[in-house]
Antibody
Framework: EVQLLQSGGGLVQPGGSLRLSCAAS????????MSWVRQAPGKGLEWLST????????DSADSVKGRLTISRDNSKDTLYLQLDSLRVEDTATYYC??????????????WGQGTLVTVSS | DIQMTQSPSSLSASVGDRVTITCRTS??????LAWYQQKPGKAPKLLIS???TLLSGVPSRFSGSGSGTDFTLTISSLQPEDVATYYC?????????FGGGTKVEIK
């Protein structure tokens, strides 16, 4: 069974950083691109970033470019998100998601359970 | 960037009704469009890829159509378990934008 288990998150102060992890199981991790998507309370889905199966190619939304680092450790079957210089508007539930293929051109067919990040002093 | 416009933003329909949700893109995206269903408090679930290909296990009352800039998700006979918010997303190249969502409720 394909599973994505997220960890990290919680309450973070403005200006701080967050690091989220997404542990994958049930599939050949390095064969699939992965993404991070977030959802502010009561709002829609916002794509944040995608990384190819090899980890060599990444892209991020303009809204977080320069503050977000997506990475993966294929030896540990784990995806990471680091978001720096946190703002109140970064408060959201963050989801990791598996794409159906190696690179960007595929939809997301499996999602983590989501983790709430609250940015507040 | 390509803009994704979903309509309506919400709808209320009776059980058994046919429901149609539209997604329009500001530039042609061929058929690189997916539809997701998100139930309250849950992660999204992929329903349709390639604009019209139903994922395995998705009830056949769901269907998708369209190509280029205009796409449609149809629920042929609305069921109580279909209460959710539905999102379209383009997925060929970044930014991998989502539509604003359509909240579907039972009347």
């Amino acid at each position: 069974e394909v599973q994505l288990l997220q960890s990290g998150g919680g309450l973070v102060q403005p200006g701080g950083s967050l690091r989220l992890s997404c542990a994958a199981s049930g599939f050949t991790f390095d064969s699939y691109a992965m993404s991070w998507v977030r959802q502010a309370p009561g709002k829609g889905l916002e794509w944040l970033s995608t990384i190819s199966g090899s980890g060599r190619n990444t892209d991020s939304a303009d809204s977080v470019k320069g503050r977000l680092t997506i990475s993966r450790d294929n030896s540990k079957d784990t995806l990471y998100l680091q978001l720096d210089s946190l703002r109140v508007e970064d408060t959201a539930t963050y989801y990791c998601a598996k794409l159906r293929g190696f690179s960007y051109g595929y939809p997301k067919d499996c999602w983590g359970q989501g983790t709430l990040v609250t940015v507040s002093s | 960037d390509i803009q994704m416009t979903q309509s309506p933003s919400s709808l209320s329909a009776s059980v058994g009704d046919r429901v149609t949700i539209t997604c329009r893109t500001s530039q042609g995206i061929s058929n690189y469009l997916a539809w997701y269903q998100q139930k309250p408090g849950k992660a999204p679930k992929l329903l349709i890829s390639g604009a019209s290909t139903l994922l395995s296990g998705v009830p056949s009352r769901f269907s998708g159509s369209g190509s280029g800039t205009d796409f449609t998700l149809t629920i042929s006979s609305l069921q109580p378990e279909d209460v959710a918010t539905y999102y379209c997303q383009r997925y060929y190249s970044a930014p991998l934008s989502f539509g604003g969502g359509t909240k579907v409720e039972i009347k």
